[in-house]
């Protein structure tokens, strides 16, 4: 009898006693900024025959540029939204940032001519806070 016990009992000791630990994770919500870039912010650069929109974004600080990630998506008005870089309809979009703004440029994906952006872009920016 008291080996048909016996194993109920270790695993019963194991199950009640199994080991808890408290975990402290911390959550750190993204932020994510939603906008437009009209067609009249973009401008000619002619040293690489590209189109660049300079946007005001005072959410990236120097901190956030120090040590948090940004990602940049786009999107033509049909709610897609499309991450950078990207080449969308033979033109090749990047970006950049430094504190306080947002460097999108838009040039043809061969290299030669400009290519002008004719409609509106919506643009989502998203800050991925780091943990440090």
Do not use: E, H, Q, R
């Given at each position: 009898?008291?080996?048909?016990?016996?194993?109920f009992i270790i695993l019963g000791t194991i199950f009640f006693s199994s080991c808890t630990t408290e975990k402290n994770e911390v959550v750190i919500p993204n932020q994510t900024i939603i906008g437009n870039v009209a067609t009249n912010m973009w401008?000619?650069?002619?040293g690489n025959n590209s189109y660049q929109a300079i946007l005001n974004i005072p959410e990236l600080d120097g901190e956030t540029v120090e040590?948090?990630?940004v990602q940049v998506y786009i999107s033509f008005g049909s709610n897609i939204w499309e991450p950078l870089p990207q080449v969308f309809g033979g033109v090749s979009y990047l970006y950049?940032?430094?504190?306080?703004?947002?460097?999108l440029d838009a040039q043809n994906a061969t290299g030669t001519a400009p290519v002008k952006i004719t409609a509106p872009i919506d643009i989502k920016i998203v800050i991925i806070k780091s943990q440090y």
């Open positions: 009898m008291k080996t048909f016990i016996l194993p401008v000619l650069n002619t040590l948090d990630a950049s940032y430094s504190p306080g703004k947002l460097y």
